[in-house]
């Protein structure tokens, strides 16, 4: 890898030269090109040295995420003398990064989904734009990812994508092998054949964990036959005994449990679910593609993994072109005294080789498309995720809504657990 603007101008600098041994050209990876969009240091960066950067981390100290991010902030803060302050909130950041800058608590950047900090932090949040054109971000980011964050903040982009994630039906090759299965199914009714012979050879075709993974489930099948907006529209509206797709969809949710093509468990409590792939116990699950890097963190099993995404449904307006197509997010604070250098070291994370050490450690997709080289565990999904155009929200929607989406849940279960069957789900959803 070429040395970066971002250490040239340090290494250039004469009231730098304190920093001039510190200054050799980076370690170079295979999977990243000469040049990364970290290139955009400026000399005010090497005039900030001594300078303190708060950020609040979504992670725990212990995940390998946070190992490699304090990794990369102690790299950053030997080539500048800035340091980034990093306070471990875990998920909890979600619930106390408003409430925290709303008090005026001093936050220069902070980490979430990216979905969420578009759309319920954009207020927060410091223009991208001109930083990102400098820097050539555009050029290392799956177009998708820049594309649906600035869907929500009316074309402005205000928060930094890194490991990226996608959903779909992840699966024991083994399993598949096994039972004679030579081609992952692309329609419903391929599915369907795919279970019964999974079935026929001893194991559990497919489980779930109930909350989430019913709602991908409900979610996906009907978002196949009538779109995401069209399903958005039905919540809304209350509308659902007016959508004859509703019931079809119930219809084939339903039919996954009462032909046994479920494991006996599902809907299991998470993460007892997504682990029976882990246990061997199941060969498939629809889910996002951390599930991989949970699995083997909760069970420690070796799966050699295959992906495919939920099949698409007869007369269906979306087909396997969508999907949940997201990642999490930086947020600079745009009360931030020191935008440009939280930038600056945003950029050396998100692309790179912090970026594929990341990639690498929790076996997620790699952010920059210069690290061409995804991790064996997700591998599977590279080609179909190339080819995504359509940006699912989690579930197709199905929480979006916070006024009815406990009730939607609650329904979605009972459906899972045939204690109500498909016109009684439709019904009860109706009368919301």
């Known amino acids: 890898m070429k040395q970066s603007k971002f250490l040239k101008v340090l290494c250039g600098a004469a009231a730098a030269a304190m920093l001039l041994s510190a200054c050799g050209g980076t370690a170079s990876s295979s999977a990243a090109t000469d040049s990364t969009a970290a290139d955009t240091a400026t000399t005010d960066t090497a005039a900030a040295s001594g300078t303190t950067l708060t950020y609040w ?11 490699v991010i304090q990794e990369a902030a102690d790299a950053y803060e030997a080539k500048t003398g800035i340091k980034i302050n990093i306070e471990w909130k875990g998920r909890d950041v979600k619930n106390l990064i408003g409430a925290a800058l709303d008090a005026g608590e001093q936050i220069d950047f902070f980490d979430q989904d990216y979905v969420f900090i578009s759309q319920q932090c954009g207020k927060y949040c410091a223009d991208l734009t001109e930083m990102n054109a400098a820097s050539g971000l555009e050029d290392h980011t799956f177009p998708v990812l820049l594309e649906t964050a600035k869907s929500y903040t009316d074309g402005v982009l205000k928060v930094i994508p890194y490991q990226p994630y996608t959903s779909g039906v992840w699966y024991n090759k083994a399993m598949f092998e096994a039972a004679g299965i030579e081609k992952v199914p692309e329609t419903f009714d391929e599915l369907l054949d795919v279970c019964a012979k999974l079935k026929e050879s001893g194991v559990n075709p497919m489980t779930c964990d109930q909350g989430d993974g019913t709602a991908l489930l409900m979610g996906f099948q009907l978002g196949r036959y009538i779109g995401q907006d069209a399903l958005v529209e039905t919540i809304d509206n209350k509308s659902w005994a007016d959508v004859p797709e509703v019931k079809k969809a119930a219809e084939d949710i339903y039919s996954l449990f009462s032909n046994g093509y479920m494991s006996e468990y599902a809907p299991a409590n998470y993460p007892d679910g997504e682990n029976e792939l882990g246990y061997e116990e199941s060969a498939m699950l629809l889910q996002a593609s951390w599930v991989p890097n949970e699995v083997v963190q909760n069970t420690g099993a070796q799966i050699d993994w295959g992906f495919f995404p939920w099949p698409a449904v007869e007369g269906g307006v979306d087909g396997t072109e969508a999907a949940m197509v997201g990642a999490q997010g930086f947020g600079i604070v745009d009360k931030s005294e020191h935008k440009q250098e939280a930038y600056d ?26 690290n061409t080289e995804w991790p064996t565990a997700v591998a599977g999904a590279e080609p179909y995720f190339k080819e995504m155009t359509k940006s699912y929200l989690w579930a197709v929607g199905l929480q979006k809504n916070a006024d009815y989406k406990d009730y939607i849940q609650e329904a979605i279960n009972q459906l899972c657990k045939m204690e109500i069957n498909p016109d009684e789900f439709v019904s009860q959803l109706a009368s919301m």
């Open 57 to 67: 981390s979504m992670w725990n100290s212990t995940e390998g995420q946070a190992k």
């Open 345 to 370: 070291f945003i950029m050396s994370v998100v692309t790179g080789e912090y970026d594929l050490k990341m990639a690498q450690s929790v076996s997620s997709i790699p952010a920059d498309t210069d």
